[in-house]
């Protein structure tokens, strides 16, 4: 049997002095698709860094059998691409430049790019819906343009894992559903493994295989959409009102207003 594309087990991160994430264990086999969900400040973005190789982890984390820790930098890049929640923007870099950045594991130190790493860029800025854009300073952009410019770096990185940050956050609808569909349409074609965050419950039982529900740096339910979107794993781990609809490809989660202010409202805004 092949070994999973992600294996994370009883990962322990401690930021500042202060345990984050307590002991996750979670394997993703190739081609799933996870989403991990969870309240703010659970630790999903914490545990995204950390399988993407972007924490100190020792064995815990190990990416198609190999310790991530034991993958030098740029076989890392072939193998996983991260799209962080707000990646850094550099300083007056064109859109098509940051694109090209995908590129960098494919070109040789001090190389420049070929013909088909500027084919991969504009391929992917075209799938994005983003086709003109690649002469402008990427500082200009709308977020949601700016969004989708990080996910095309990511795709033109060509990688096997997809570790995507709430990738749609800023989107509104019909790229969401877009830049979804496209996620979903690379994953099939070229057998991609997608691990990601959502806040958007109903669009992560959509699209994910399965859902793994995090809770204070601790996995609290795991399993296929339905197993983990019931009213009352969402009551007890997000103090949220909601009702559950059974919608045709996956649970829809509504929030509905509660009868009376839940205990500690306040404390939460
Ligand atoms: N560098 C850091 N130093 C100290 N604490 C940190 C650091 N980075 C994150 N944290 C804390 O770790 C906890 C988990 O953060 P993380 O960003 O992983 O949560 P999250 O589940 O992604 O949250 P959200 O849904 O709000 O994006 C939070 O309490 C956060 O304040």
């Given at each position: ?7 994370v ?23 799933e ?13 914490t ?50 430049d ?48 700016r ?44 057998g ?21 529900l995090?809770a ?32 045709e ?21």
């Amino acid at each position: 049997m092949s070994a999973p594309a992600v294996a994370v087990r009883d990962l322990r991160v401690q930021l500042a002095g202060v345990p984050i994430l307590t002991g996750v264990d979670l394997s993703v086999a190739a081609g799933e698709w996870v989403t991990v969900i969870g309240p703010n400040g659970a630790g999903k973005s914490t545990l995204l860094r950390a399988v993407g190789g972007l924490l100190p982890t020792e064995d815990a984390v190990s990416l198609f059998g190999t310790p991530i820790q034991q993958l030098r930098r740029r076989d890392r890049a072939r193998v996983v691409a991260t799209v962080a929640q707000s990646p850094v923007v550099p300083a007056g870099m064109s859109v098509l430049d940051y694109v090209l950045l995908g590129r960098t594991p494919y070109i040789a130190p001090l190389g420049r790019e070929s013909t088909a790493d500027l084919a991969a860029a504009h391929d992917v800025l075209d799938r994005l819906d983003l086709t003109g854009f690649h002469a402008r300073e990427l500082a200009t952009l709308s977020g949601g343009e700016r969004q989708r410019v990080f996910l095309a770096r990511a795709f033109a990185q060509g990688a096997t894992l997809l570790l995507l940050d709430e990738p749609t956050s800023a989107l509104d609808i019909g790229h969401q559903q877009d830049v979804l569909e496209l996620v979903d349409q690379l994953r099939r074609a070229h057998g991609l493994t997608v691990v990601a965050t959502m806040h958007d419950l109903s669009i992560a039982g959509e699209y994910a295989d399965r859902l793994v529900l995090l809770a204070d740096g601790q996995v609290a339910a795991v399993g296929n959409p339905r197993e983990v979107l019931t009213t009352e794993l969402l009551a007890r781990h997000y103090r949220a009102t909601v009702k559950v609809i059974d919608g045709e490809r996956g649970p829809l989660v509504v929030p509905v207003r509660p009868a009376s202010a839940p205990d500690g409202v306040l404390g939460r805004c």
